[in-house]
């Protein structure tokens, strides 16, 4: 059994929580490669994914998002009186 602790998962990403989603996305990935192909993997994806990212074996790249010039819509427009 894996056991991966946040001290292995910050050592290959800025945050554990990056490292979480790097892993889901990978175990996505290997879900459907899977699905797909006859290839079996002994583990489940998501330990297969921890496994991998904690190696240092997944090369994945930090994009930075563009944040929009327009004023974002208010969720709870003020009513009109």
Partial sequence: MLVVTPEDLSKVTPSKYMACVVA????????DQKRETTQFIEEKVTTESLRRLCANDLNFEIVSRRMSKKKPKSLFPEAAS
Avoid: D, S, V
Avoid at 24 to 31: C, E, G, S, T, V
């Fill in 24 to 31: 889901a996305k990978y175990a996505r990935k290997l879900h």
